[in-house]
């Protein structure tokens, strides 16, 4: 019980640190609690410690927490894992962000789908900055295709990017990171979140101009 709370004031505590080296407010960085695998306990415990971003990647697991939690309705959830076509109808429907969008098809899929809300879909598009062969996110060069076709996703509201850079990547490809998105943010002024930043590679993320770091182990423990 009192180990999340613990994590959760340890992580502030090193993001402000981060902050505070890279001469930036510690209020510049959004937390989001990345519960996946992790029983609703664990993200309740959260929520009593004051968390109320949450991030998710399997969407029936994910759907199964945001039932189970309905009436903390101040929580904010965020699906950031690979996105089949077939689940955009679920993911449009109990999200408001969704930070992995790599694919024209899945974007206009979710614009679909939101329709009938009333609040625009919240979405970072997911780029591949370590030009990694197996992961998921476009690489910088096709970024201009999916933001044409965007544009016309009344339903999208284009927030920023995210990048999962490979384990133990160097600061370059965080610092592209960031020019690529301080380039788009001027063409693109809806756009003020800069996804990037997990458990292990905080500090490189928020120098580089991180809006919102993902943290997951940090939080709620190892993952099996
Ligand atoms: C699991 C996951 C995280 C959290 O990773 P930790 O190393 O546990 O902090 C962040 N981002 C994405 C996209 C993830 O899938």
Known sequence: MIAIKDNI????LQISSACQHAHRKPDEVTLLAVSKTKPVEMLEQAYQAGQRNFGESYVQEAIDKIT???????????FIGPIQTNKTKLIANHFSWVHSIDRIKVAKRLNEHRSNQDTPLNICLQV???????KSGVLPQELPALLEAIETCENLCLRGLMAIPEKNASAASFIQMQQLFLTLKTRYPTMDTLSMGMSADMQ??????????RIGSAIFGARN
């Open 204 to 213: 490189h993320a928020i120098n580089a101009g991180s809006t919102l770091v």
């Open 128 to 134: 591949n900055i370590s030009g990694e062969i197996t």
């Open 68 to 78: 189970a939690l309905q009436n903390k309705s101040d929580i904010t959830w965020h």
């Open 9 to 12: 004031a340890q992580v502030k």
